[in-house]
């Protein structure tokens, strides 16, 4: 299930402003356009600097570019290394695990992620019970459970402190990636809604241009 429909995609790349799928599975698009929210928080970016401008990378960010790949579960916070572990693991599933629903495969991006969480959960460890303010035992946990360099850095922030304090670290890294995995589907919302409004205005301009020629056969010859 791509993150980004085909029409949405096809304008923006006309307009420089999503890049390729990468080898890796992502593709980088420009921050205004990601969320709803994008063109007012990332106002300090023109909306015309194009993905290959000098000096654009970091008005891009990197977006996995369907839901089912490592890239995905890259995305949601799972280091490279467990990100392939749990994808190969995925894909050596019987075929009918990969039957697609009439939304297109949703259903498909649904298991793997409940697959992740179950690939995860074998790793869980004893004494993970949220009753340690160790730091280093944290640490050792995250890593264990395959969090990114950058989930981990997020996880032990000052600001996660007290979430730290009475949650189990495995609910604390499934809770992030659940987050996450809801931001993927928002920025897949706003590609939809994009595309409707593409939709919408061929929809006009076809409308017009039947309207004007229908004026044009009624005119009286001569005028």
């Known amino acids: 299930m791509s993150v980004f429909g085909p029409l949405d995609t096809q304008n923006l790349m006309s307009k420089g402003l999503i890049g390729p799928v990468e080898p890796d599975g992502f593709r980088r698009i420009q921050k205004r356009r990601v969320v709803p929210w994008g063109e007012m928080y990332y106002a300090h970016i023109s909306p015309d600097i194009k993905f290959r401008d000098p000096g654009a990378e970091a008005a891009f960010v990197a977006v996995p570019a369907s839901f089912v790949s490592q890239a995905a579960l890259q995305y949601v916070g799972l280091?490279?290394?467990?990100?392939?572990?749990?994808?190969?693991?995925?894909?050596?599933?019987?075929?009918?695990?990969?039957?697609?629903?009439?939304?297109?495969?949703?259903?498909?991006?649904?298991?793997?992620?409940?697959?992740?969480?179950?690939?995860?959960?074998?790793?869980?460890?004893?004494?993970?019970?949220?009753?340690?303010?160790?730091?280093?035992?944290?640490?050792?946990?995250?890593?264990?459970?395959?969090?990114?360099?950058?989930?981990?850095?997020?996880?032990?922030?000052?600001?996660?402190?007290?979430?730290?304090?009475?949650?189990?670290?495995?609910?604390?890294?499934?809770?992030?990636?659940?987050?996450?995995?809801?931001?993927?589907?928002?920025?897949?919302?706003?590609?939809?809604?994009?595309?409707?409004?593409?939709?919408?205005a061929v929809i006009r301009e076809i409308s017009q241009g039947h309207f004007r020629q229908a004026q044009f056969q009624q005119a009286p010859m001569g005028q």
């Open 79 to 200: 280091d490279e290394i467990t990100a392939a572990e749990a994808f190969q693991a995925w894909l050596s599933l019987p075929p009918q695990a990969f039957a697609t629903n009439e939304a297109g495969g949703g259903e498909v991006a649904k298991r793997l992620w409940k697959f992740m969480l179950w690939f995860m959960m074998r790793r869980r460890l004893d004494g993970d019970d949220g009753k340690s303010d160790d730091d280093k035992w944290w640490l050792y946990c995250l890593g264990k459970y395959g969090a990114s360099q950058e989930l981990q850095a997020v996880m032990m922030s000052p600001a996660h402190y007290e979430i730290r304090q009475g949650k189990p670290c495995f609910i604390c890294v499934v809770e992030a990636m659940q987050m996450r995995y809801q931001g993927l589907l928002l920025i897949q919302s706003q590609s939809t809604t994009r595309e409707l409004d593409l939709e919408k």
